[in-house]
């Protein structure tokens, strides 16, 4: 990849995140782009930095310790994990990570707390993955038990729930996406409502292949990979 290929590719993506933040009567500035460089090699964690994208998202924690090894510092780029957390790596992600965006079990939540506690460092931001979709092979919590799940997770030390984050099915048909995407926008209102310490700004969801049907039913961030650095 090369920069000027990848400023072409966020230039249309930013008109469509437009048209659809339109379509839905919300403002543009209301949706994050979190380009997703898993799989891509280090340089292109470099040229979104350059053309200014605050944040990258990681699904794996020794991917993410290599580049971080060959970059060293970021600044200005927000580093957040979007895959699968192990128990066991939680340590290495909380060094590795700004936001962890896959916290899918109270267990872990509880995990985290603890390491940020032994490691005197500040709060993590962290958001809660729920499962609106109702695919056993999908991490994340069912509605029905994420609303006491994140109420509980709100009161652990040491984290900053900022929102929720979910994966959708993974088809282009828009009457398996939309209920999805809507029980997760409904499911952040409600914790918004009866959560006092949720903060709740933050609802991740859509990829390449859905992020204009996501951001028409309420997404603030959307993860982008192919379209933005092109094949793996």
Do not use: Y
Request: glycine share 10%; charged share 30%; hydrophobic share 45%.
């Amino acid at each position: 990849m090369t920069k000027d290929q990848v400023e072409a590719r966020l230039a249309r993506v930013i008109e469509r995140i437009r048209a659809a933040a339109s379509r839905a009567g919300r403002p543009a500035s209301d949706i994050e782009i979190l380009p997703v460089t898993k799989g891509h090699a280090a340089r292109g964690i470099e040229i979104v930095g350059a053309l200014g994208v605050a944040r990258i998202g990681e699904n794996r924690v020794p991917e993410a310790e290599a580049k971080r090894a060959e970059l060293g510092p970021t600044p200005g780029v927000a580093w957040h994990l979007i895959g699968r957390l192990q128990r066991n790596k939680a340590r290495r992600a909380l060094r590795l990570f700004d936001v962890v965006e896959s916290v899918d079990s109270v267990r872990l939540a509880g995990t985290l707390s603890r390491i940020v506690a032994e490691e005197g460092r500040e709060p993590m931001e962290v958001l809660v993955q729920v499962n609106t979709s109702g695919e056993a092979a999908k991490a994340g919590m069912g509605p029905d038990a994420a609303l006491d799940a994140v109420a509980e997770i709100c009161e652990l030390p040491g984290l900053r729930v900022a929102g929720l984050m979910m994966m959708a099915p993974f088809t282009e048909d828009e009457a398996v996406l939309r209920p999805a995407f809507r029980r997760a926008a409904r499911l952040l209102e409600r914790c918004r409502t009866e959560i006092p310490a949720f903060e709740g700004r933050d609802l991740s969801m859509g990829m390449s292949n859905d992020f204009e049907i996501a951001i028409e039913e309420g997404s603030t961030r959307v993860r982008l990979g192919t379209l933005l650095l092109g094949e793996r």
